[in-house]
């Protein structure tokens, strides 16, 4: 559900963007101010401009498929231009996200989950040992040889990381800056406000937000595909040869 | 390998192609389009519980304002009658308060002007994502609710608008408390001047913690009604009607 829920979430947003394409600092930002983040076309060419740089992002962003949206079809829901509905999805799917978000919360931290399986030990956030977790992700090699000896069965060091900042940190602050874009929330609350420096500041970090949690997936995805096929082969190996192949060399070690 | 991952390339590819087509259809469909209308009622429902209903928006110093106040929708309503209006710079323009009311109200704009008045400098969200702030000056509703009289019965105020968009009017509407709500007004007045025709001369209305579209501009009538059904397309306003905005634009 929740899976469901981001992806959702992340592709109706997309579309919502798509009706504005420029992020600004601060309480207000529209078409006459400054914007630090822009994605628009120009004839049949699309930029992305971050600051005072562009790149010429024609057929990804900005200019894709013969239509100047800031993100093509196949990325946003629905997929042909719709502000109305993809405000409906994403304000449903929402509450797909925040009421098993804030029951996981709980739930992670009243059975210990969170204290036992997510939380770095102390030898674990040594430098030494981040560094060469680092590298062994580098290597695509993400269960071997863990210092501590517990094996693939638990998180290592960089999962629990960004486990650890996906729950903690980007899912709170996407559903924290959503709010604050909400006139009728701002009203109530208006610390909302002051917590993100001003509502438009507030869509510019629920944009960093997402784009953290896209990312987050995308390499997820990544190594789940990587480390699958790696495993069974490595097993296929090792049964026959005790020796795994060295990624870097691609010879027997 | 290389293999391995190709193919799973293709396969999730062609699973994002299934999943987008497949998106569609269910964005299509009824039974998803009225579930995903219940969201939008929950939405309003759990903000109405958990706030203040009379909390007001933020009001900003001056030195806050946006220098340039986008306008939106229609800059310049394409009526002859409103042509004449203008050229009269709104001399005979009326603000009639019909409907559930105990005493209709028919009032000029110099009426209007001469009534208790508010200002504040609020933020304008457009529902496309972008803010603009701006310094407001009218008449709060609620005290030409007050001198109406209105009738227990009324649950709506229904705004009617002289622009049209290919000849559809242009309406808004909002519930009582909204209406009631001490930062709803009818503005005449934007930034320290008589409000520009791009921004809704010469009467606007301006409700506080609702989105852009719900600010009608080129405000005629304001009808209060029990039911929003006999209106357009009975969503109660242009973009409900014709696009599917949410009715309710708090969020």
Same mark, same amino acid.
């Given at each position: 559900?929740?899976?469901?829920?981001?992806?959702?979430?992340?592709?109706?947003?997309?579309?919502?963007?798509? +009706?504005?394409?420029?992020?600004?600092?601060?309480?207000?930002?529209?078409?006459?101010?400054?914007?630090?983040?822009?994605?628009?076309?120009?004839?049949?060419?699309?930029?992305?401009?971050?600051?005072?740089?562009?790149?010429?992002?024609?057929?990804?962003?900005?200019?894709?498929?013969?239509?100047?949206?800031?993100?093509?079809?196949?990325?946003?829901?629905?997929?042909?231009?719709?502000?109305?509905?993809?405000?409906?999805?994403?304000?449903?799917?929402?509450?797909?996200?925040?009421?098993?978000?804030?029951?996981?919360?709980?739930?992670?931290?009243?059975?210990?989950?969170?204290?036992?399986?997510?939380?770095?030990?102390?030898?674990?956030?040594?430098?030494?040992?981040?560094?060469?977790?680092?590298?062994?992700?580098?290597?695509?090699?993400?269960?071997?040889?863990?210092?501590?000896?517990?094996?693939?069965?638990?998180?290592?060091?960089?999962?629990?990381?960004?486990?650890?900042?996906?729950?903690?940190?980007?899912?709170?602050?996407? =559903?924290?800056?959503?709010?604050?874009?909400?006139?009728?929330?701002? =009203?109530?609350?208006?610390?909302?406000?002051?917590?993100?420096?001003?509502?438009?500041?507030?869509?510019?970090?629920?944009?960093?937000?997402?784009?953290?949690?896209?990312?987050?997936?995308?390499?997820?995805?990544?190594?789940?595909?990587?480390?699958?096929?790696?495993?069974?082969?490595?097993?296929?190996?090792?049964?026959?040869?005790?020796?795994?192949?060295?990624?870097?060399?691609?010879?027997?070690? | 390998?290389?293999?391995?991952?190709?193919?799973?390339?293709?396969?999730?590819?062609?699973?994002?192609?299934?999943?987008?087509?497949? &998106?569609?259809?269910?964005? =299509?469909?009824?039974?998803?389009?009225?579930?995903?209308?219940?969201?939008?009622?929950?939405?309003?429902? +759990?903000?109405?519980?958990?706030?203040?209903? =009379?909390?007001?928006?933020?009001?900003?110093?001056?030195?806050?304002?946006?220098?340039?106040?986008?306008?939106?929708?229609?800059?310049?309503?394409?009526?002859?009658?409103?042509?004449?209006?203008?050229?009269?710079?709104?001399?005979?323009?009326?603000?009639?308060?019909?409907?559930?009311?105990?005493?209709?109200?028919?009032?000029?704009?110099?009426?209007?002007?001469?009534?208790?008045?508010?200002?504040?400098?609020?933020?304008?969200? &457009?529902?496309?994502?972008?803010?603009?702030?701006?310094?407001?000056?009218?008449?709060?509703?609620?005290?030409?609710?007050?001198?109406?009289?209105?009738?227990?019965?009324?649950?709506?105020?229904?705004?009617? &608008?002289?622009?049209?968009?290919?000849?559809?009017?242009?309406?808004?509407?909002?519930?009582?408390?909204?209406?009631?709500?001490?930062?709803?007004?009818?503005?005449?007045?934007?930034?320290?001047?008589?409000?520009?025709?791009?921004?809704?001369?010469?009467?606007?209305?301006?409700?506080?913690?609702?989105?852009?579209?719900?600010?009608?501009?080129?405000?005629?009538?304001?009808?209060?009604?029990?039911?929003?059904?006999?209106?357009?397309?009975?969503?109660?306003?242009?973009?409900?009607?014709?696009?599917?905005?949410?009715?309710?634009?708090?969020?």
């Amino acid at each position: 559900m929740n899976a469901v829920s981001v992806v959702v979430l992340l592709m109706s947003g997309l579309m919502i963007f798509n +009706a504005h394409p420029r992020l600004y600092w601060g309480k207000y930002g529209a078409n006459w101010d400054a914007a630090w983040l822009q994605i628009g076309s120009r004839g049949q060419s699309g930029y992305l401009r971050v600051g005072g740089f562009e790149v010429p992002t024609t057929g990804v962003v900005g200019y894709a498929n013969g239509q100047g949206y800031a993100f093509p079809s196949w990325m946003t829901i629905p997929s042909s231009y719709n502000l109305a509905d993809a405000r409906e999805w994403h304000f449903f799917f929402a509450w797909g996200l925040v009421v098993p978000g804030i029951a996981y919360w709980f739930w992670s931290i009243a059975r210990g989950h969170l204290r036992r399986d997510l939380v770095p030990s102390r030898n674990e956030m040594t430098p030494r040992n981040l560094w060469r977790d680092v590298k062994r992700h580098a290597r695509l090699r993400f269960h071997e040889g863990d210092p501590a000896g517990e094996g693939a069965r638990r998180y290592n060091v960089l999962q629990k990381l960004s486990y650890l900042g996906v729950i903690f940190l980007a899912l709170p602050l996407a =559903a924290l800056t959503g709010m604050t874009m909400s006139p009728g929330i701002n =009203a109530a609350w208006p610390w909302l406000l002051d917590l993100f420096g001003g509502r438009q500041s507030a869509r510019s970090l629920h944009f960093i937000a997402a784009a953290a949690l896209a990312l987050f997936i995308l390499i997820h995805l990544a190594m789940v595909v990587l480390a699958g096929p790696w495993n069974e082969l490595r097993s296929i190996v090792t049964g026959w040869y005790r020796v795994p192949r060295d990624p870097a060399t691609g010879e027997r070690t | 390998m290389i293999g391995r991952r190709a193919l799973m390339g293709v396969g999730l590819g062609g699973g994002a192609g299934l999943l987008l087509s497949g &998106c569609d259809r269910i964005n =299509a469909s009824p039974a998803v389009r009225s579930l995903l209308g219940e969201g939008e009622w929950w939405s309003m429902a +759990a903000q109405r519980l958990v706030t203040d209903r =009379a909390a007001l928006a933020r009001e900003y110093p001056l030195s806050e304002r946006s220098p340039f106040f986008r306008p939106n929708g229609n800059t310049m309503p394409g009526s002859a009658d409103y042509a004449n209006h203008l050229a009269a710079r709104f001399a005979d323009w009326r603000l009639e308060v019909t409907g559930l009311v105990a005493r209709p109200l028919s009032l000029t704009m110099r009426q209007l002007r001469a009534m208790p008045r508010r200002t504040q400098v609020t933020r304008h969200d &457009c529902v496309e994502g972008w803010s603009a702030i701006g310094q407001w000056t009218g008449v709060p509703l609620r005290l030409l609710l007050r001198a109406a009289g209105v009738d227990p019965r009324a649950r709506y105020a229904v705004f009617h &608008c002289a622009d049209d968009f290919r000849g559809i009017p242009y309406y808004e509407s909002i519930d009582m408390v909204d209406a009631y709500h001490p930062q709803t007004m009818l503005a005449f007045g934007l930034n320290g001047r008589a409000l520009p025709v791009a921004n809704g001369a010469p009467l606007r209305l301006r409700v506080e913690r609702q989105l852009g579209y719900k600010q009608a501009k080129y405000v005629r009538r304001v009808q209060l009604v029990d039911s929003l059904a006999n209106f357009g397309a009975g969503k109660g306003g242009y973009w409900e009607d014709v696009a599917d905005y949410q009715w309710y634009a708090g969020i």
